[in-house]
């Protein structure tokens, strides 16, 4: 999203979604807040994408040379496969060590497994939103290593951690247990 007065907006008109400035009117999602006024939404394929794909691809550039190491990518759904094969291949150019961490948590299967071949290191797990009993877990962790190593965070980044609340020796054991079950189901761990 852009300010609709960005020089690439004005620059590429015809890549961007222009109705959120001007009190958007598109179907209504529930789960979702209105953009708000003055945002430009880029359209990642079609005409004038790859005028914002460059731009993008000119940002992670400078990131890697300013020292970046890697990029955490929210909601990749939003973005079509054929969008992330070349930023992640524009960015890997000038600097081939950059890492991809797709956030997958709360995805689609579909839209998780779309990624397959973008060029992504990492999968984010959803091993901190699980019982420890139920089934999707497992069927979720087999479909998308086929896709890239599953990250397995030890506790839900934003959520509360996992020691709130409890007594010293049950915090103690509460971390140790989210530490070994990351330990054993992920390619890495994210300690938040």
């Known amino acids: ?19 959120a400035g ?3 009117a598109g179907p209504v999602d529930p789960r979702r807040e ?20 460059d731009w993008a ?4 550039g400078a990131f890697a040379e300013a020292g970046v190491t890697g990029f955490r990518v929210l909601h990749p759904e939003r973005a079509p496969p054929a969008a ?14 950059l890492c991809f961490l797709a956030w997958t948590p709360g995805m689609g299967r579909e839209a ?12 984010a797990s959803s ?11 497992v069927e979720e962790h087999e479909a998308l290593r086929a896709v890239a190593p599953l990250l397995a965070p030890c506790e839900a980044p934003f959520g509360p951690r996992a020691a709130r609340g409890r007594t010293d020796d049950h915090a103690r054991a509460a971390c140790a247990h989210a530490l070994r079950l990351a330990a054993a ?5 994210l300690l938040p």
């Open 127 to 137: 091993l901190p939103w699980w019982d420890g009993r139920a089934r999707w877990f």
């Open 185 to 189: 189901t992920g390619a890495g761990l």
């Open 1 to 19: 999203a852009f300010d609709a007065g960005h020089p690439l907006v004005e620059a590429h008109p015809e890549a961007f979604d222009l109705r």
């Open 57 to 60: 691809a000119e940002r992670l």
């Open 112 to 123: 998780a497994l779309a990624l397959k071949g973008c060029g992504f290191d990492l999968l």
């Open 22 to 24: 001007a009190g958007w």
């Open 34 to 53: 209105p953009p708000p006024p003055g945002l430009a939404l880029a359209r990642l394929s079609g005409a004038g994408a790859d005028a914002v794909l």
């Open 84 to 97: 992330w094969r070349r930023l992640i291949w524009s960015a890997r150019s000038r600097e081939p060590s």
